[in-house]
């Protein structure tokens, strides 16, 4: 792109900044995201001894969150819709602040779930709205990187709530209450996000949906060069009119033979990614830690190699999905997890507890999420983008984001119970198990989707079932 | 005038279709496809002789509902509109909706219901 290397040379003018800004700033959506699924991992611990949790209420207070954010996710889409994404956002900033703070001060369990649930509507209407936003603001070559950059930022919002749980249970660990300001950390980011966007403008292609063309145009000219802006004004038209036809499909289009195969697919890998347990390790690697032989605040310490690795393997991931074909990405990751998974129960079942068991454990859970974030996740939210034609769009992903948001809800309220009632071993190797019937499901109906267009899925789709 | 057909992703659709260029022909007018299907309508061996416009669905996921917007958008125009009918057991017409009886009970134009 010839602008691409104008851009490259002397400093970056005002519309640069102003996109760079807001990237960043819509971004603390994502980052809220993983510091709020992630910061449970290190709180979960105290929380129990404060709240007097057993198995059952810490699996309901760590999965009310992900419950709280399927409806998050379905409701958030529609009213960015009908509200537009820049409204929303500054919605969602404020009851991620209200949730943190119920949190925060929650006296007992039933307190606690409300303000997880609250958390959650805030976390799956982010996970929507944000990419919206910025999938819209950014110039087309960079679109397809907003997702992934999304991703990044979750995980590293992940991290950034293992090392403050590290750092404040080294320090307080000793005092009631330390799990609070684990969790009142979060208001920060929160406030941030608010102020952020009350100073950025609202996508122009919801202006342009809206028919508010003008002000659209206002707003392409403080994030293009001026003859640009000009030019993207007819794209955005046109982008918002296909928009409006990736919301064509409804139920009814499934008693069609080849779209209801094209939606299976999509859900099976949307349970896939969830299925390996990713977020079992996500939510509680610190009592898993614990359970193998760590102290408490070395499990904290440890956990976040847990974080920085996941950090990295997502880097990774973006850079393979360039170089590497989907299905035997997806494939070789799976076989990675489930492997990692198995050695976790082998080990744990033959090795005392102790500083050795805990050592394997901690290398094969890194082992895992180098799996899990370098190749499964970057595959299944490319793939789930890629196979649905475009009127089925919006009704696909629909149904897939809500499959993967309550998959994710099931281990997170299943994977406590299990542990205290069949122990960890056997935990881990029913999760290396499913991992292998999610590989071969892989193999049997997922597509190859790198480099095919659309018409050729679409043709495929409608042969397997001819010959069925 | 115009004669226009709704085009379902099914062989019901297919066999309206094939009859609508029919109708069209006999009685010498255009012919509107709504194609309903997600994908884009096969327009391999379709007749040259007839002016035939193809409008594609976006924006609604009810199926009578975008026929009858399309109605409502050639008022006045519509000779006759073209469906197919499917064969259901009892059980099915018990659970599912059908597109065929709320056109043939909301439409306001003749309609020509064709059986496979």
Same mark, same amino acid.
């Given at each position: 792109m010839s602008h691409d290397t104008l851009r490259a040379g002397a400093a970056a003018p005002a519309h640069q900044r102003r996109m760079k800004l807001l990237t960043v700033v819509a971004t603390f959506g994502g980052l809220l995201f993983g510091y709020d699924t992630g910061v449970i991992n290190g709180a979960l611990p105290y929380m129990t001894e404060d709240l007097g949790l057993t198995p059952v209420t810490e699996g309901v207070v760590t999965s009310s969150l992900l419950l709280g954010a399927a409806l998050g996710a379905l409701l958030g889409g529609r009213i960015s819709d009908r509200r537009g994404r820049r409204t929303v956002i500054l919605w969602l900033a404020v009851v991620f602040a209200v949730g943190t703070l119920i949190c925060t001060f929650a006296p007992n369990v039933a307190v606690m779930v409300l303000g997880r649930v609250i958390l959650g509507l805030a976390v799956g209407g982010a996970s929507i709205t944000v990419i919206a936003y910025l999938s819209e603001v950014s110039p087309a070559e960079r679109r397809g990187r907003v997702v992934t950059q999304n991703e990044l930022m979750i995980v590293s919002g992940q991290l950034l709530a293992f090392v403050c749980n590290a750092v404040l249970g080294g320090i307080w660990g000793e005092d009631g209450g330390v799990w609070r300001w684990m969790l009142v950390i979060a208001t920060l980011p929160a406030v941030l996000l608010w102020i952020g966007m009350l100073a950025m403008p609202e996508s122009p292609r919801w202006l342009a949906s809206h028919g508010r063309f003008d002000e659209a145009l206002g707003v392409l000219r403080q994030v293009r060069e001026a003859q640009r802006a000009e030019r993207e004004l007819a794209e955005v038209k046109a982008l918002a009119e296909e928009d409006r036809s990736a919301r064509t499909a409804g139920w009814a289009d499934l008693a069609v033979p080849w779209i209801r195969r094209i939606v299976v697919v999509g859900i099976a890998i949307a349970v896939m990614q969830q299925i390996t347990g990713v977020n079992s390790i996500m939510y509680y690697g610190t009592q898993i830690l614990t359970e193998s032989g760590f102290d408490r605040d070395g499990a904290l310490i440890a956990n976040i190699a847990n974080g920085v690795i996941s950090v990295l393997a997502t880097f990774v991931g973006i850079w393979l999905l360039g170089r590497v074909r989907r299905r035997p990405m997806l494939i070789v990751g799976q076989i990675g997890t489930f492997s990692a998974l198995l050695l976790v129960g082998v080990f744990s079942s033959v090795l005392?507890?102790?500083?050795?068991?805990?050592?394997?454990?901690?290398?094969?859970?890194?082992?895992?999420?180098?799996? +899990? +974030?370098?190749?499964?996740?970057?595959?299944?939210?490319?793939?789930?983008?890629?196979?649905?034609?475009?009127?089925?769009?919006?009704?696909?992903?629909?149904?897939?984001?809500?499959?993967?948001?309550?998959?994710?809800?099931?281990?997170?309220?299943?994977?406590?119970?299990?542990?205290?009632?069949?122990?960890?071993?056997?935990?881990?190797?029913?999760?290396?198990?499913?991992?292998?019937?999610?590989?071969?499901?892989?193999?049997?109906?997922?597509?190859?989707?790198?480099?095919?267009?659309?018409?050729?899925?679409?043709?495929?789709?409608?042969?397997?079932?001819?010959?069925? | 005038m115009t004669v226009m057909v709704a085009v379902p992703d099914s062989p019901e659709g297919r066999t309206a279709l094939s009859a609508a260029i029919d109708e069209a022909r006999l009685r010498a007018t255009d012919l509107v496809v709504l194609n309903l299907a997600l994908g884009p309508l096969d327009l391999v061996g379709m007749p040259s002789d007839l002016d035939i416009t193809v409008k594609e669905r976006t924006g609604y996921a009810d199926l009578a509902d975008c026929v009858l917007a399309a109605l409502d958008e050639h008022a006045g125009k519509v000779d006759v509109l073209v469906i197919g009918m499917k064969r259901r057991s009892p059980i099915g017409k018990a659970l599912l909706g059908s597109l065929s009886q709320r056109l043939l009970l909301e439409v306001d134009v003749p309609v020509l219901a064709v059986k496979r």
């Open positions: 005392p507890e102790g500083p050795a068991r805990a050592t394997v454990v901690l290398a094969l859970t890194v082992t895992f999420l180098a799996f +899990q +974030q370098g190749a499964i996740s970057p595959v299944t939210w490319l793939m789930l983008a890629e196979i649905f034609p475009l009127k089925l769009r919006g009704f696909g992903m629909g149904v897939c984001g809500l499959t993967l948001w309550i998959v994710n809800f099931l281990v997170g309220l299943l994977f406590p119970i299990l542990v205290s009632s069949m122990g960890i071993s056997a935990t881990f190797f029913l999760f290396a198990g499913l991992g292998v019937c999610a590989m071969l499901v892989a193999r049997a109906i997922v597509p190859e989707t790198k480099g095919r267009t659309l018409e050729q899925l679409e043709t495929d789709f409608k042969q397997a079932g001819a010959t069925a | -």
